[in-house]
């Protein structure tokens, strides 16, 4: 399994951008990259994935080094509601079995 | 996107009794699904790997007498925590995989077992 490195927890204003890093330096080449947060007391949930690319949706932005050592997930526009754990998990198998670091504390302020 | 439903969304029981916990994909089959444990302030752990029309998988240092779990059909897997235990109380979340590319997870069951 790829090892996944992040830092325990960051701050972020509200309405400005949140950028959380992950290390992933043992990727391998067929290996996504994706991202999970949990808020208090419910399921994770889906937020994006990529493999080399940079990739955009509706809540976030994925930017992934070219060497894929390593990536960062940017929520645009942070709001009160993004406030929780966001993982990043550098393994994915077909059949969706998933291993969870420890994650990223985001606490969104006012 | 899919949706993934546990139920119930909370139980509290009483020691020595057992517990069960519905995992249900609403508009997609899944002919696996994912059991997972979280204890406060820690991260998700996979307990097991549920299979339809065979034998679940469980992660190393889960009972699996314990912790049953049958996966009846293509949307419906269920986890039956037996003779629990004040230790067992945990947050237990369901994932099914969906289109080989996500995982879509339940809301969770808290557990508190007194």
């Known amino acids: 399994d790829a090892k996944t490195t992040q830092p325990p927890s960051m701050d972020c204003a509200e309405g400005r951008a949140a950028n959380l890093p992950c290390n992933h330096s043992?990727?391998?080449?067929?290996?996504?990259v994706y991202w999970y947060r949990q808020i208090h007391s419910q399921g994770p949930q889906y937020i994006i994935h990529?493999?080399?690319n940079n990739e955009t949706n509706e809540m976030a932005s994925l930017i992934i080094t070219e060497d894929r050592k390593s990536s960062t997930l940017i929520l645009p526009h942070a709001t009160l509601r993004d406030t929780a754990v966001y993982y990043c998990?550098?393994?994915?198998?077909?059949?969706?079995?998933?291993?969870f670091g420890q994650g990223t504390i985001l606490t969104v302020h006012p | 996107g899919a949706v993934v439903s546990q139920h119930p969304s909370w139980v509290i029981c009483k020691s020595g009794t057992s517990v069960k916990i519905e995992c249900r994909s609403l508009?997609?089959?899944?002919?696996?699904m994912f059991w997972y444990r979280q204890f406060p302030k820690q991260s998700l752990m996979l307990m097991a790997t549920?299979?339809?029309?065979?034998?679940?998988?469980?992660e190393q240092g889960v009972e699996k007498d314990k912790f049953l779990i049958n996966h009846a059909s293509l949307t419906l897997s269920t986890l039956t925590v037996t003779s629990a235990h004040p230790e067992d109380s945990s947050f237990y979340i369901c994932?099914?995989?969906?289109?080989?590319?996500?995982?879509?997870f339940g809301q969770g069951t808290r557990l508190t077992v007194v």
């Open positions: 994932s099914a995989p969906f289109d080989k590319t996500e995982a879509f």
């Open positions: 043992t990727i391998s080449g067929n290996e996504y």
């Open positions: 990529g493999l080399k």
């Open positions: 998990i550098g393994i994915f198998t077909s059949y969706g079995k998933l291993t």
């Open positions: 508009d997609f089959q899944a002919t696996t």
């Open positions: 549920s299979n339809e029309g065979s034998k679940a998988t469980y």
